[in-house]
């Protein structure tokens, strides 16, 4: 079976500080990992993801998140972040690469002024 | 606009009566998906087509619950003597399908249910 955890539920961040949001998963096979930014009254978008290859993966928006096997995790970072950022942020993986993905709880960012 | 799209974005509606919903994905996308989100939770996989044919249903899809794609192209959710349980927010994703390369699913805005 597959999960993914994300611990935080909400991380409230000063304008232009650094921010960090975990995720954490558990699979037997391959895995397929991604970030979703879900903003007020919209749909899921696709923020980055981790296929293969390097295991540093960034965004056009400054995100950026590294897949770390031993740790099984696949945290979010950015350097400095703007109001903008402000949403929901999902994690998710699919084992195996059959698109049956498995979403974490999410982490609700909000940047504060 | 040539995202995936979702109709109604809201209904409410009374306990015990059928709702359907409608996506229409991304025109040369075969494969489509429904997941169920409830607050504070992330998007629940409930069912998926490949074309016309539904290959996966999920446990959390009960018998009330009927999905369909008829002709490969829009898709249909019923839901059929609603319970408060039910209210949600219901999205629908699309992708191209295939393990190589990978295609990602992208996602509509979500009809948001509920029932009172």
């Known amino acids: 079976a597959q999960s993914v955890t994300q611990l935080d539920s909400q991380v409230p961040v000063f304008e232009e500080a650094p921010v960090e949001l975990r995720c954490n998963y558990s699979?037997?096979?391959?895995?397929?990992l991604f970030w979703y930014v879900q903003y007020p009254n919209q749909g899921l978008q696709l923020l980055l993801k981790?296929?293969?290859?390097?295991?540093l993966v960034e965004s056009i928006n400054g995100f950026e998140a590294e897949f770390n096997k031993s740790q099984t995790s696949f945290h979010l970072r950015k350097p400095s972040v703007h109001i903008s950022d402000t949403a929901e942020y999902f994690c998710?993986?699919?084992?195996?690469?059959?698109?049956?993905?498995?979403f974490g709880t999410g982490t609700k960012l909000q940047v504060i002024p | 606009d040539t995202g995936v799209s979702q109709d109604p974005r809201h209904k409410i509606t009374k306990r015990g009566q059928n709702v359907t919903f409608r996506c229409d994905p991304i025109?040369?996308?075969?494969?489509l998906y429904w997941y169920r989100q409830t607050l504070g939770q992330g998007p629940e996989f409930l069912t998926y087509?490949?074309?016309?044919?539904?290959?996966?249903k999920s446990r959390l899809l009960s018998d009330r619950f009927s999905a369909e794609r008829p002709k490969g192209s829009f898709s249909t959710l019923e839901i059929q003597r609603t319970e408060q349980g039910d209210s949600a927010m219901y999205l629908c994703?699309?992708?191209?399908?295939?393990?190589?390369?990978?295609?990602?699913?992208?996602f509509g805005p979500g009809t948001r249910l509920t029932v009172l």
């Open positions: 994703a699309s992708s191209l399908g295939g393990r190589t390369p990978y295609n990602e699913q992208f």
């Open positions: 699979s037997s096979v391959s895995v397929y």
């Open positions: 981790y296929l293969s290859g390097s295991t």
């Open positions: 998710a993986l699919d084992s195996g690469g059959y698109q049956k993905v498995t």
């Open positions: 025109s040369e996308h075969n494969r």
């Open positions: 087509f490949q074309n016309e044919a539904q290959l996966e």
